[in-house]
């Protein structure tokens, strides 16, 4: 088994490798390393290993960690499914959210964000792979979203978010990324953020233009949910 270190060296260079191939430059893209159930001697390795950005989908889970963890400088990013009434906890202790799909949660983000930090940043969560069971919205309501959350004063909107249904082929995984971006630059609101790819795809995110990738299982490993 590899180490984290050895495992951040192995993506930092397919990030490297991707940005290369699509002529980006290498410091666009950010590494967002997914730590949900793994525990935070974890991310303390990957902290020492050079990260600084991670993401969790859990809200009690995170906020355990954050305690474990607080003596590190790390940026926090709420990625997983928002539940209204757990809103507060997010607002307060985390320095973006990437899967905000509904006004109703943004307004209560907005809301909830403490004065003395800065604007929560936003990813707005679309669906762009067209199954009903997946969260995100619809790119059909997306305009009208956008348009909506640009005027909380708390937020700032950063960009799009999505987690296409998996698949193997990489132009189908491509022809996913495209469709957001396309939907990001259609909005018309000076957006820098792409928030897409993950462990299996991010060279099809990379060559479309994502900003954040966000990497578990490369990083950390296969999760283990009968343990979490
Ligand atoms: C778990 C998760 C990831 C990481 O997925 P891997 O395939 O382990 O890299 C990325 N984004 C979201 C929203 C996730 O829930």
């Given amino acids: ?14 990030i490297r490798e991707a940005a290369q191939a699509s002529q980006r430059d290498f410091s ?23 990260l ?23 940026t926090w990013h709420f990625i997983g499914p928002i539940q209204s009434n757990k809103t507060r906890p997010i607002a307060e202790h985390f320095a973006w959210v990437h899967s905000v799909d509904r006004l109703k949660i943004a307004e209560r983000l907005s809301a909830q964000r403490p004065a003395e930090l800065p604007p929560l940043n936003i990813c707005l969560q679309v669906n762009v792979s067209g199954e009903a069971s997946k969260s995100g919205c619809h790119p059909d309501q997306l305009a009208a979203l956008a348009q909506a959350v640009t005027q909380l004063p708390n ?21 996913a ?40 299982t490369a990083l950390f490993g296969e999760r283990d949910y009968g343990k979490a």
């Fill in 28 to 50: 666009s893209i950010g590494l967002l390393a997914v730590s949900k159930t793994k525990p935070a001697e974890a991310i303390r390795e990957a902290h020492a290993a050079g």
């Fill in 52 to 74: 600084h950005d991670f993401g969790e989908n859990y809200l009690q889970e995170a906020l355990d960690k954050q305690t474990l963890l607080a003596d590190l400088p790390l």
């Fill in 155 to 175: 937020l700032r909107l950063r960009g799009l978010m999505t987690i296409p249904e998996p698949t193997d082929d990489a132009t189908a995984q491509r022809a």
């Fill in 1 to 14: 088994m590899s180490t984290i270190a050895e495992n951040i060296a192995k993506v930092g260079v397919r």
């Fill in 177 to 216: 990324f495209a469709r957001l971006r396309a939907l990001r630059d259609g909005l018309n609101l000076d957006l820098d953020t792409l928030s897409m790819g993950m462990s299996h795809d991010l060279e099809a995110a990379i060559a479309e233009g994502a900003t954040w990738v966000r990497i578990g």
